[in-house]
């Protein structure tokens, strides 16, 4: 028995490995994107307002009933997060999901003991986007952004902007602990930004009909956490039988 879960493990963890493959292959693309991170900075006010107002709420799972967060502190800005950030509006611009166009997850791309990621495309102003995020009309399943921006578990946000052809992409990144809180210049610029991405990839100009918005994980990130859980249980009935 033990050695017919040892092959079966190991065809599991190859199978995963298939995944993978996805990522093995990368090659470096650069666009020039223009930031706009004295807006992208704004919003952190806007967070902060939710955070400690009393519409610090969601919608809990059956609709019906809310979840009233009380108590929240207030966001500090990570400009160490920020450079993540804008790297991240960067690469949204050739994929829009929470996968990077390496084939990694987003938040493996930092640190932190509790971290998520909040990211749009197409709204023109810090304003609008920041209206959209905090999904005040959404039931639960549309309020990830919100649950986000409401997590006691985090205390910092680094937030960027990129529009490319014309095109804006936003970012907000959540982590706990705390980063670098020492400012730094905002940039406004016009700036290339080199992005590794897999081969045969997006590249520049490929992600040109990005949603609006985007709420959770795509299908490469599902299959991964799919794969993850199978070695997982296989792992644990192997050792059973040790």
């Given at each position: 028995m033990k050695r017919v879960l040892s092959v079966i493990l190991s065809l599991i963890i190859a199978c995963s490995g298939l995944t993978c493959v996805f990522a093995a292959g990368t090659k470096e693309v650069s666009i020039e994107v223009t930031y706009h991170q004295t807006e992208a900075r704004s919003i952190l006010g806007r967070i902060n307002e939710l955070r400690t107002s009393a519409d610090a709420w969601y919608w809990n799972r059956d609709n019906t009933t809310k979840t009233y967060c009380t108590g929240?502190?207030?966001?500090?800005?990570?400009?160490?997060?920020?450079?993540?950030?804008?790297?991240?509006?960067?690469?949204?611009?050739?994929?829009?999901?929470h996968t990077r166009p390496d084939g990694t997850l987003s938040v493996d791309g930092f640190t932190g003991t509790t971290r998520a990621e909040n990211i749009a495309a197409g709204y023109t102003s810090a304003e609008m986007v920041q209206e959209a995020f905090e999904e005040v009309n959404d039931d639960y399943s549309g309020q990830g952004h919100r649950r986000n921006m409401l997590n006691s578990s985090i205390t910092a946000v680094g937030i960027a902007c990129a529009e490319y052809n014309g095109r804006r992409y936003w970012?907000?990144?959540?982590?706990?602990?705390?980063?670098?809180?020492?400012?730094?210049?905002?940039?406004?610029?016009?700036?290339?930004v080199t992005v590794t991405v897999s081969d045969g990839g997006s590249t520049p100009?490929?992600?040109?009909?990005?949603?609006?918005?985007?709420?959770?994980?795509?299908?490469?990130?599902?299959?991964?956490?799919?794969?993850?859980?199978?070695?997982?249980?296989?792992?644990m009935l192997f050792n059973s039988f040790n």
């Open positions: 929240l502190s207030a966001l500090v800005y990570d400009y160490e997060l920020e450079k993540f950030a804008m790297l991240r509006a960067a690469e949204i611009a050739l994929n829009f999901s970012i907000q990144e959540f982590r706990a602990p705390t980063g670098s809180t020492v400012e730094t210049v905002a940039n406004d610029g016009l700036t290339t100009g490929d992600n040109q009909d990005s949603q609006d918005e985007d709420g959770g994980a795509n299908w490469f990130d599902a299959i991964i956490a799919f794969f993850r859980s199978i070695i997982d249980f296989f792992i």
